[in-house]
Nanobody, 113 residues
Framework: VQLQASGGGFVQAGGSLRLSCVPSQNIFSKTAMGWYRQAPGGLRELVATSPRGSDPHYSDSVKGRFTVSRDNAKNTLWLQMNTLKPEDTAVYYC????????WGQGTQVTVSS
């Protein structure tokens, strides 16, 4: 399965971006999905989880600002990111939760102060 994340870009603090993830195979019915990010020099961290059939979960750092959603029929996962902060600057990836799939290239999000 190949994971293609897109929608990143350069935005000023307080702005918004919407990321999309489309796996090469329809896997949404089989697994929870999530958004991860890796800041320069940092570890990859899980920031948003979209379980199958239950409410999403968020890390404390993004709770109240990010919203994860999925469309199983369209095999698409989204991450709506609002009120972005410079500390949100990172490469964002989608993967299963836990991350059992091969990592894609991710999409760069850069937030300027």
């Amino acid at each position: 399965v190949q994971l293609q994340a897109s929608g990143g870009g350069f935005v000023q603090a307080g702005g918004s971006l919407r990321l999309s993830c489309v796996p090469s195979q329809n896997i949404f019915s089989k697994t929870a999905m999530g958004w991860y990010r890796q800041a320069p020099g940092g570890l990859r961290e899980l920031v948003a989880t979209s379980p199958r059939g239950s409410d999403p979960h968020y890390s404390d750092s993004v709770k109240g600002r990010f919203t994860v959603s999925r469309d199983n029929a369209k095999n698409t996962l989204w991450l709506q990111m609002n009120t972005l902060k410079p500390e949100d600057t990172a490469v964002y990836y989608c993967n299963a939760v836990p991350p059992t799939l091969k990592w894609g290239q991710g999409t760069q999000v850069t937030v300027s102060s």
